[in-house]
């Protein structure tokens, strides 16, 4: 409370307190009266607080999301895909175009990258472009390339949706939903994917607090579907040397917080080809439990995002390199 | 091109560029080979050229949207709605609570703000919320509740839509659909908003760039929609003493690049009720077309946002020291 | 104190807080235990109370400045230098050059600035460049021009010290020592200034928090120095549409949280010379004490900056408008 | 060229771009001017060229650093320092405390970090704190000890200078200048360690860019100094879960960019203990030529930063992980 406090502003604020159902705490300490609140602090919205006639400060010393802590859930969650778990010993690693354009070129990917180890594919059908004049994605026809070029190569799948109108679709031809950077905080979205009972890969957004991402996570969570995974892919800095900057301290700080396992994207982050494989290792160094890994079979032909993808033989390398990180520190790839 | 290139390299980036309908101008200098390049950039994605073997940069020297640059229209666009026109020499003001609770609050805060000169009123009905346990709106009911109490005393109303699906409700009950921060690179909710001809308040998101911020904009202009306003709330910064950091910079830099008009949110970027109205002066200063102010008549009861709200007697005050500001700048309020 | 801490952590915390002189008082409530600590701070480093064996969090709830805070003073500082006072009613202007180029240069421009109203002179003598290979400034001999200049104009000096061995140099010549933005946490050169008795105009740093900037204040307040200005020059964010990004709302925060005037440099923070009268009348408008601005004679033959100078006639008028807002909102210029 | 400029107006840049021994080549396209520039561009500043009258925008090709660059250097440099190599396929450790207390407490230090295979001891001496009342380190006595420790185990010493008047006492008793992050742009002190012929370590200030450290790292150079070391200690960015964001990208960024040795520091960036292993494992794994890590034998001791220090079983423990991670990577520790 503010210095000079008057005795009638406590009792209003502690009352406001206790009607949200919370306990108050008072401590008096040389002129100084701070009041402790501990109780279901989930529907309380700090800032609402802070403006009380009287308070000066208000500290939050829970976190605010619950079913994503590690208070909440002390074991690891592993996330279930066709044959792979993510969240366990062994890293995953997801490969596979940014945009799918064509059968053809999805089939020659997922042979390379299937060979290779990985065993999801990724590929966008409906892509997120920052502008409406250029390449969309093919919406469900390229879900249903990326259903069928799985199948045949034994391989689960992640596609994008970018509306709650898409969520339907995708549940019927792909095994991972992903929500992109942009839609970190669509809450209609993040409402729309918890309904369903497909696991989610959350990819952090451009300036989205660590905090922010495990609340998105949460809406997720708190519609009952508990196959989330969150995905670091560069945040937004100052820095403009890089498409963005790769936040790997995240990883063990989200392995500290929540128990919901964590990939990394170092393709989106750095932008240009020959700094992935660098990036790559030095995710699995930092405790990440999947990679994914932009792959394109003829890069200087894509349409989207070639300068960052990896052709087959330098995936290739980055695997075998990787499982030799890995081993280092002791899980496997 | 990278020093030492190849001249077929140099053939095949000429030649592709040509197949997008491109002209290529060649320029040699010391050593150093230049490709000019001219046309429709539109569709061209940058990173997807700097990849190609044998580019070494690639500058992109004209804007990459169109609709929303002052070269396509040189003249402002005046957005209607009701009878208040934004755009012009007279400053609008767009003023309410940040949620819509009861017909009761929002009556009390509309007989207030009209009486000071807003002409425009505010409230959330679909409520983005960082968690999911907190307040989420009263949805297509409180739309309803601000038609009924704007139409009273004759004001027009903004109110935001959070998806896809929000979209034609809106459209029976509002007259300007608010596109949130969070939502500044929901492309698909931008497509729905551009298929519409209702007015568009574009908000900036955390870490829209201008440029990016103009592109979203250009996925409403695209649509057909003409009646789009771009408004500044705050970004995000290394900064934490203020909720955001407003960058009115950004409003002398959009009147050049844009014929768009441009509010200013004072309240959502400061976040605290007394900074709010240094912040309306300087933007009103600064060149605003528009303000967007919270009111609540009882912001100490306010459900949301409470913090940042003014109550009737200083917006009231606000509006008379706006209207000096904006009679020295040559404008009228 | 973290969950399930034992008894003799506990003790052992309290124990090592009672021997730095500060008083500890526990609060138990449903297993959480707080330690709270009241006394002298100042020596207290948060980071080493955060480590020790059982704490789970430090919050601080005092200001780690003293001398910088409103609570240790609560009436403005007016900063006097020559005819001005800094921080009353009447806004201060200090225009100038950004680099002393020649006597005329600084004469023409001196002639000009003092019969808009300006009434102190900027200049920089040592120039802070980012290449080795620039221009780095006329050193003693430009202070020496600026000094005959303004005397024979009856102005104040103001201008840049980089480095401990300039101090003594600058007390000889100018009025005000400009700390500039890269030099904000340089504590060497804070002490030093602080052992003079010039008026102090201390730059934010491009990445300083208002908290580390009020704690370098308080490095030359520490010092015996009690005339500092404190100076917003833009701060670095994504945003690179502008050089930097200039956070006017720090105008009205700092009036709450001190005691010491605040001055704005709008040339610095937009870089181009349209568009810093919109922001000088910003800064007006959200309560700045003085503005610093850049005029050049011949802006197109500047060394230095000449793309964010004003020439004469563009600052007379700029002047005029200042005035008339100033009024607006209260104050003489 | 902006578009419609008068021929005059093209003819008076390029007759000042070739007075500066530029050689300028024009390009005309559709009614569009360019001028490309080719030269020495060291003793040009972009942005005097681009508020010329009918200049549109500027846009720099090459680099405008030269000594650190790769183009005037392609073989790595290799910094020699007692009987380490920094820059070779060994990869070196510095480690010791965050603040020099006495001599028992370096001694401690040397032996467990020697014994672990550091060969290079840190240690502050003159120490830059926030606060002015915060414990400042022991000056040019701390640094006497660190002299005596490290040659009872034939370890060299690097500790960091604050001021221009601190280089000649740290050149009489350590083997490594360090330039901490916020003098990253004091450039007297850069100048001032340039004219030694001591190796020099600079870390990269909170909010540098990559260009602007090769910019400050190229004064070195510029004096003569050519043992210059790039230390990456984290950056500034809006997330705050961590004391900084460690931008590990950087250094595969700089092995492209520079022949200057890349060291990342994970202490200050992470800040707190149990986050260090897992970020110094993914320094390795991205390329880093040297870590700095910083060791206290009784962390919950420590005067300063203590949080993050790893004490001598959890160092010994990292340099092992870190040994089998280099191995991986095809490096030795």
């Not at 501990?38 to 800032?47: H, R």
């Not at 002390?74 to 490969?95: D, F, K, Y």
């Not at 339907?168 to 839609?183: K, P, S, T, Y």
């Amino acid at each position: 409370m503010a210095p000079g406090v008057a005795e009638e502003q406590i009792a209003e604020v502690a009352s406001r307190l206790r009607l949200m159902g919370l306990a108050v705490h008072r401590s008096d300490e040389r002129g100084r009266i701070v009041l402790g609140v501990v109780g279901d602090l989930g529907s309380l919205d700090v800032d609402d607080v802070r403006h009380l006639p009287g308070v000066q400060e208000v500290v939050r010393i829970s976190a605010p999301y619950k079913l994503a802590s590690r208070a909440f859930r002390a074991e690891p969650t592993l996330v279930m895909v066709r044959n792979t778990v993510v969240g366990g010993n062994r890293i995953a690693v997801m490969a596979g175009p940014c945009g799918v354009e064509s059968e053809e070129q999805v089939e020659e990917t997922a042979v390379a990258v299937a060979a290779a180890g990985a065993t999801i594919l990724r590929g966008g059908a409906f892509k997120p472009r920052t502008s409406p004049y250029t390449f969309q994605g093919l919406g469900e026809e390229g879900m249903k390339i990326l259903r069928r070029v799985a199948d045949r190569h034994d391989l689960a799948v992640v596609s994008e949706v970018l509306d709650t109108q898409h969520v339907a679709i995708a549940e019927r031809w792909v095994d991972i939903l992903q929500i992109g950077a942009r839609n970190m905080q669509n809450f209609a979205l993040l409402r729309e994917v918890g309904r369903t009972r497909k696991p989610v890969l959350l990819k952090r957004g451009m300036s989205g607090t660590i905090e922010e991402w495990l609340m998105a996570a949460e809406y997720v969570l708190a519609g009952g579907n508990t196959q989330v995974m969150l995905c670091e892919r560069g945040i937004r800095t100052f820095e403009t040397a890089m498409r963005n900057t790769l936040d790997l301290s995240c990883v063990p700080l989200l392995h500290q917080l929540t128990h919901l396992p964590v990939v990394v994207d170092p393709s989106h982050a750095v932008g240009v080809r020959d700094k992935v494989p660098p990036m790559a290792l030095a995710a699995v160094a930092a405790g990440a439990d999947a990679l994914l890994i932009e792959v394109h079979p003829h890069p200087e032909r894509a349409l989207s995002d070639g300068a960052q993808s990896l052709d087959p033989p330098l995936f290739v390398d980055l695997m075998r390199r990787m499982q030799a990180v890995a081993v280092a520190v002791g899980r496997t790839l």
